[in-house]
C-alpha cells in the first residue's frame, strides 16, 4: 500500500463539496431518527452502501479523466500498489463514516434509555466494514473500466437490470432466471450478515464464499485492467 496515495485520496474526498453534501444526507436523518424514534434502536441506519459509493465512485476513472493517474505512474509507483492504496482508501473513509454515525447513534440511544445491545451493535458494525470492502472492490474494477464517475452509471444499469430480470422471471417462473438476477445482484452488493453469529447461530458460508470470491476477482480484475492500460504522458 501507498500511504501517500490513501492520504491524498482521502483528503480529496473530505474536501469535496459534493462528496461532503453526499455524506451528510446519508449520516444525519437516521441519527435523528434515532434521536426521536428510539424504538427502532439502530434499525434506522441502515448500512454502508451509501458511504461506501461516496468515497469509491470514480477512484480511478476520476484520475484518467484529469491526467492525474499519468502523474502518478510517473513516479516509482506499480499500478497493482495504486489500485490497492485507492480502494483502501474508500474503505477507510467509509468506516470513519459510518462507525462515527453508530457510535453517535449509539450515545443517542442510551440517553433515551433504549441502550442497543452489544452483539446488534458489532453486527452492523462488522456488516458495514464487509459491505464496504466489497463496494470498494466493485467499484475498483468498475472505474478501471470507464472514466470519470461512469463506474456509478454502470453500478446503477447493472443493478436495473438485475432487478428486472428478477421481477421478469418471477411473472414468468423461470427459476434458473431468478437464481441469475440473485446472484448478479449480490456480486453488486458483496455483503455478509454477521447478527446470525452474534446470535448463536452460523453465518452463511455460502455468503462467506460469495463475498470471498467477488472482492479477489473484482481487484484482480482492476489490477489487470489498469496494467494493460495505455496511458500518454504527453496528453496532459
Known sequence: MNRAIVAATLRQ?????????LLLFFSLPPLLGALFMPAAGLSLLGDSYGVALVFAAGMIGQDVSSGTLQLLLARPVRRSEYVLSR?????????????????IAVLLLAARGATPATRDVLALAGGDALLAIGM???????????????DFGLLLVAN?????????????HWEAL??????MGRFFKPEVSLAPLLLGGAVSWFEVVSWLSTVTLCLAL????????ELSYASS
Open 13 to 21: 474526498r473530505f474536501t469535496s463539496p459534493m462528496r461532503v453534501a
Open 87 to 103: 480502494g483502501l482508501a474508500a474503505v477507510l473513509g467509509t468506516l470513519a463514516v459510518v462507525w462515527t454515525q453508530i457510535a
Open 136 to 150: 470498494a472492490a466493485v467499484m475498483a474494477l468498475l472505474s478501471s473500466l470507464v472514466p470519470g464517475l461512469a
Open 160 to 172: 436495473v437490470t438485475a432487478t428486472a430480470l428478477g421481477a421478469f422471471a418471477q411473472f414468468r
Open 178 to 183: 431468478a437464481r441469475g438476477a440473485q446472484e
Open 222 to 229: 482492476a489490477i489487470v485492467v489498469t496494467n494493460r492500460r
